[in-house]
Every structure is written in structure tokens, then in C-alpha cells.
């Protein structure tokens, strides 16, 4: 088995199309006893040194991450019961072989003796930062405990892993599992016809007659936006705000795992000396108290809530007359929005999504790259784990490789549903002197073009696929030859979103919108008329959105620096209050399926979108000020400065000096409040 198992071939790129259920055991069973092998070699070195002590045992660490990291990355795109169990049954293994790693005294003992020896006076940033981060992240990982709680602390870990798995697969399975049919097209009133067509189509791969809708986003957000039909609207809403909680099947019901992962989370950060969760969050985090960053964010919503407030009179008188709505239900709430938009800016979403069809907004996308970094990408060959998954070498001008791509784009059975960006493999520097490229995979969740046509992109997807990609340029793009600060690696978290909302930026510009445009039957770009209305609808009901990533924010930070037994619900409702936020109907279990926060890396760090936004805003508004003089926004120069002194560095130094070296100065609130419409507001304040 081990000749011929795919995950113990680690030369190349992960070969995802042949890796089965089957490999994986003998795979962990092969990586696991080499990790464990460098761990006592590397327990045994006297007088540590980079050569003698961190090097030797980077090898087999890197390929126990990589090998689990393509099985947990098929899990998530796509998910086989068969997957599933295997991958839950590891999950134990994997969490307790890196807490005893982080747990080991012989380990931590000696990266301080390499912080205390004279070679380390002579390292630079980077190597620095790495026993930096080493130091820190042992005593994280409770390695000065006494020895009769590491034991505690390790089945903490242990079932966090797998408390968290679960959250995922509930959410996954509950929002798989609904199916409505409608027999009766008149029913789908208001509905596009892309959409129709896509419903359609599934339906009649089940078996069943008319059309199918999910709680996929590409089904689900339109039937919100559009249908005309109320009690459908309501109907989607219902299934949507109830997944896996106790409305459902009792095992996907997260509600009990919400408690015990907030419980568990509460025991281990008050174990390490914290006084909460979210105040251990934080020892990783640009961010210095949970304080700190609940008035950051209470700041930002007492600017937003009379914008949000002044959004929902308007949509509820606009309901009432013209719909004959006594209330404004949540389900209503996407669908008036839209009629509102649509009759102030004399333009609706559908009529803009004709213009974004998705090679073109590939195509443009990639042509920007190559315009802000003299960078190209050119389509490669790779083994992928679905037909539409595609593959892309980054390459210089010159030819030379910089690292590759994976895009995965559309949504499925058996897929996670959001956007993220992952690394595949980190850059460093080989034994040999040469250097191991860097991988990163981009995950999508659109919906794919049907009767033969390309996919049509809301424009909201195109600013999602920004996104994504800059993510994935901050990894791509390093410079620094040390796998543990290159590329995403080792960078504060409430700093990761700042090159992703920062490239979003571009989805909005008219220098850019041309080449990424092209109407699906006439071939046109996008008029400059149209444009001019988007650009004036820009922020539209900013204040309500604004006031809904804060309220997840808010939840997050108050969740988990409680450090008593939580009722979800209760915590929701009572942000929801304090912001003023219209009140959910009783059944909405939000929570439940907050899978940044209970099942991926966001927990206390919620924020840091918010955060990262005033990053990303400010550093944005260095292009902006350049084109001022040069008229130009994609402007090489500012875009060179900004690869070498942000997404050039990763994680080898602290996210604000990089700012601050391409900046000359440290972030101002200024830029993001102008983007959000929130300026005027903001002045008045102040």
C-alpha cells in the first residue's frame, strides 16, 4: 500500500484525483511515525542551532501537514460518507500528535536555549520571528503546564477538533438535505431565467417534474432578491434560518456542540492564565483586549445605526405602500431592498450579471494581476478533485515560475458552501538551495452556466472572486524562504483579510470594469452608463450591511469572552437590541450555523474583517491618491511598493510595521468610513 499511496507522494503537487478513503490510515500511519521520529532526533540536540535543530525536523512536519491537508481539503469539496468516516476517525490522531508537540518541555526547552544562544543575535527578522512565534505558540499550546493538567488539556484539544468537524458536516448536511419542487411555474414569478433554467435542470436529475429549489447560495439568495411569491420566500427562509439546529434531525442539531465547544474553549484559555477565550485569541492578534476591540467595533455601529435605521423606515413604508405589507418580515427584507434599488438607480441586479460572464471576469482579473504585478497567469496541468476544478501557473514575464492556482468555483452536492482560499504548500528554500514554489486553491461556491452558456456572476460573486485571489496573491507572492512566516503563514489574523478586501477594491473601478466585461448575447462591455448607476448605488443600504458583519462581530467577542454557560439565542437577541437591529422571527437559529466561528478559524477573530477593512481601505487610498497625478488606478509603482512590503513579507514581521513601510505612516479610520458612505456621518461625530 504505502508503494503505491498517493498521499506519501509528496514531490509534486497532491494527487487529488487518486486519493481514496483507503489511503489514508496507512498514509497517517507512514507520516506520523516519521514526525515522531524527527521529534526525538530533534529532542536529543544539545547546543541547538537553524542547522542542527529547526531545519532537520521542517521535513517530515510539512509532509504530515500537506498529506492531512489534501484529506481534510477533499472532505470539505467532496464529501463521501466513506471520506467522512475516515476522516473523523483521524481526526484524534492528528489533534493529539500536535498537542503533545506542543506540549513537549525537551522541545521548548531548547528553543529557548536557541533564543538565549549568541547565533540568534545574529539571525535576521525572519528567522527571528520564527523562535519568536515557536516560544509563544508552546506556551499557547500549554506547554507550561504542570504534568497533571497537560493531560486535561490535551482531550480539550481532542474534542474541540472533532466537536468543530461536526458543526461543519451538520451545516453541510442540513443544507444538502432540502429540496423544494414547484410544479407551477407562475409560482417563480420575479425569478430570472438563468435561474429557472438551473432549476430545471435539477430537478430533472432527480427524477421529479418542474423546478428545484435548494439552500445552495446560487439558488437560495435569488428566491430572496426576486420571487415575487411571498409564502416561497418564506418558505426558504424558514429551511435556511433553521439548519441544523433542533427544528432538524436531533444529530445535526449544533445547539449542544455550540455549548460544549464554548465550554471547552473557556476551560483551556483559563488553564494558559487567561481570563477568557477571547482574551487568549488575542495573544496571536494584532489587537492587544477584548476591550479594545468591542469599542473599535461599538464605535463603528453607533456611525452606522442611524443609516441602518433610516434603511429600514424606507423599506417599510415602501412595503406598505406599494406591496400592502402591514409588517416587514425578514423574508421580505432582500426582495423590497431590490424593488427599492431598482426604482432609485433605474437598474437591477439581473441586468448587470448579462455583462459579467466568467471568463471574461477571469480573463480581466488576471490581465489586472499582470498590470498591478507584471505577473501572468497561464493555464497548467495538475490533478484536480472534480471536472471544473482548473489549474494555473503563476509565472514572471520572463517565464519563470512563481507558484500555482487551483480554482474551484461552482457549487455542489457534497461541497461546503462559502468562499475561502487555502495554501497547498508554502514556499521555502530546499536543502539543495533551490525553491519549492507555493500552491494555493481557491474555493467558490457560484452557480455554473446551463443550456451550453458560461456562468453568469452577480456582481457581488466577482467582488467575492476579488477577494478570494488576493488572499491567494498574499501567498503567492512571498518572498521569504522560511515555510512557518511565508506567505499566510504566521501572519496575525485580524491582518489575513487586509490584501483581500483590499483587492476588492478593483471590482469597482471603470479603468477596470471593461475587461471584465462582456454581455452574454451582444459582446459589449459594460456601458459607462450602467456603470455610473452602480457606482451611485455603491452603498445602497451600506449602514444596514455594515451593521450586520458588526453584529456577527459583536456576538463572536461577547460569546467568548462570557465565560459562564451560554444560551446562543439569548446572546443573539441581545446584540441584535443593542444595535438596534430589527428582531428575527423566534424559530431563526443563526448561531447554528455560524461555521467562522464554530467550526473555522474565526473565534474571537470575527473582527477582524472590520479590522482588516481599515487596512485594506487605507492602503487602497494609496492608489487612489496616485492616480490623482498619473490618472491612472492599477499603478505599477504603487502596486510594486505594495507586493514588496506587504504581500512580499508574510508573516516574517508584524502586519502594521508592513503597512506602515508601505503607507509611511500607521493606518487611519478615514478611507473606510469614505467607502462605506459613512464619511459625512463620521465628521459630524467628530
Not at 207 to 224: H, I, R
Not at 555 to 561: K, P, V, W, Y
Request: hydrophobic share 40%.
Amino acid at each position: 500500500m504505502t508503494q503505491t499511496n498517493p498521499l506519501l507522494d509528496l514531490t509534486g503537487l497532491p494527487q487529488y484525483d487518486a486519493i481514496r478513503p483507503e489511503h489514508v490510515n496507512p498514509a497517517l500511519d507512514v507520516l506520523l511515525e516519521a514526525a515522531r521520529q524527527a521529534v526525538a532526533q530533534a529532542e536529543t540536540v544539545e547546543s541547538p542551532t537553524w542547522d542542527s535543530f529547526v531545519a532537520p525536523s521542517e521535513d517530515a512536519m510539512e509532509q504530515l501537514g500537506r498529506a492531512w491537508g489534501a484529506v481534510a481539503h477533499l472532505e470539505s469539496v467532496v464529501n463521501t460518507p466513506e471520506l467522512r468516516e475516515v476522516y473523523n476517525a483521524n481526526i484524534p490522531r492528528i489533534s493529539n500528535f500536535y498537542t503533545e508537540l506542543g506540549q513537549n518541555e525537551h522541545l521548548y526547552a531548547r528553543w529557548k536555549l536557541l533564543a538565549a544562544s549568541p547565533e540568534f543575535a545574529n539571525y535576521d527578522e525572519t528567522r527571528r520571528t520564527i523562535v519568536e512565534h515557536a516560544i509563544r505558540d508552546f506556551k499557547l499550546s500549554g506547554a507550561e503546564l504542570p504534568d497533571d493538567q497537560k493531560e486535561r488539556f490535551m482531550q480539550i484539544e481532542e474534542r474541540s477538533s472533532e466537536l468543530t468537524t461536526k458543526f461543519a458536516q451538520n451545516v453541510l448536511d442540513a443544507t444538502d438535505a432540502f429540496a423544494l419542487y414547484v410544479d407551477n411555474e407562475a409560482e417563480l414569478a420575479g425569478l430570472p431565467d438563468d435561474w429557472k433554467a438551473a432549476a430545471r435542470a435539477g430537478a430533472e436529475a432527480d427524477g421529479k417534474a418542474g423546478w428545484k429549489a435548494t439552500l445552495k447560495m446560487p439558488s437560495y439568495l435569488p428566491v430572496m432578491q426576486f420571487a415575487e411569491n411571498r409564502q416561497l420566500r418564506e418558505t426558504l427562509y424558514h429551511a435556511y434560518v433553521t439548519r441544523a439546529s433542533e427544528f432538524g434531525p436531533a444529530e445535526r442539531d449544533n445547539t449542544p456542540l455550540i455549548k460544549e465547544i464554548h465550554a471547552l474553549r473557556q476551560e483551556g484559555a483559563q488553564m494558559l492564565g487567561f481570563a477568557s477565550f477571547s482574551e487568549e485569541s488575542l495573544a496571536t492578534k494584532m489587537a492587544e483586549t477584548p476591550a479594545q476591540v468591542l469599542g473599535f467595533l461599538r464605535d463603528l455601529a453607533a456611525r452606522a445605526k442611524p443609516h441602518m435605521q433610516a434603511d429600514r423606515a424606507e423599506m417599510e413604508a415602501w412595503a406598505k405602500t406599494r406591496l400592502g405589507y402591514d409588517t416587514l418580515e425578514a423574508w421580505d427584507a432582500g426582495f423590497v431592498s431590490e424593488r427599492i434599488r431598482e426604482e432609485k438607480y433605474a437598474f437591477s441586479e439581473q441586468e448587470v450579471k448579462q455583462y459579467f460572464t466568467e471568463p471574461t471576469v477571469l480573463d480581466g482579473l488576471f490581465r489586472l494581476v499582470e498590470q498591478l504585478y507584471g505577473l501572468q497567469f497561464v493555464p497548467g496541468t495538475a490533478p484536480v478533485w472534480h471536472p471544473d476544478v482548473r489549474f494555473y501557473d503563476l509565472k514572471n514575464r520572463d517565464g519563470s515560475l512563481v507558484g500555482g492556482l487551483y480554482l474551484d468555483l461552482y457549487a455542489r452536492e457534497g461541497k461546503q458552501g462559502g468562499a475561502w482560499m487555502n495554501d497547498v504548500r508554502g514556499r521555502r528554500k530546499l536543502a539543495d538551495g533551490s525553491v519549492q514554489t507555493p500552491v494555493a486553491l481557491i474555493v467558490c461556491n457560484f452557480a455554473k452556466g446551463v443550456e451550453g452558456k458560461p456562468a453568469l456572476l452577480p456582481h457581488d460573486d466577482v467582488i467575492t472572486l476579488f477577494h478570494e485571489t488576493g488572499h491567494a496573491l498574499h501567498h503567492l507572492l512571498t518572498e521569504v524562504n522560511e515555510l512557518s512566516v511565508s506567505g499566510i503563514s504566521g501572519v496575525e489574523w485580524d491582518a489575513v483579510e487586509l490584501p483581500s478586501q483590499f483587492m476588492e477594491n478593483f471590482a469597482w473601478e471603470w479603468q477596470v470594469l471593461p475587461q471584465l466585461t462582456r454581455h452574454i448575447d451582444s459582446g459589449a462591455s459594460l456601458p459607462k452608463a450602467l456603470y455610473d448607476k452602480m457606482l451611485a448605488a455603491k452603498n445602497f443600504q451600506s449602514g444596514s450591511g455594515m451593521q450586520r458583519q458588526l453584529y456577527f462581530s459583536i456576538f463572536d467577542m461577547a460569546l467568548h469572552g462570557n465565560t459562564g454557560e451560554v444560551d446562543p439565542q439569548t446572546e443573539a437577541l441581545q446584540i441584535q437590541q443593542e444595535l438596534g437591529m430589527p428582531t428575527p422571527p423566534d424559530y431563526n437559529r443563526f448561531p447554528q450555523s455560524f461555521s467562522h466561528i464554530f467550526a473555522g478559524g474565526y473565534a474571537a477573530g470575527y473582527y477582524s474583517y472590520k479590522w482588516a477593512e481599515v487596512l485594506s481601505a487605507d492602503a487602497y487610498a494609496a492608489f487612489e491618491e496616485a492616480a490623482k497625478t498619473s490618472g491612472n488606478v492599477v499603478d505599477a509603482t504603487v502596486g510594486a511598493r505594495f507586493r514588496h512590503e506587504v504581500l512580499a513579507r508574510g508573516g516574517s514581521r508584524p502586519a502594521l510595521e508592513s503597512f506602515t513601510a508601505f503607507r509611511g505612516r500607521k493606518p487611519e479610520i478615514d478611507a473606510l468610513l469614505r467607502h462605506n458612505g459613512l464619511a459625512e456621518q463620521h465628521r459630524q461625530n467628530t
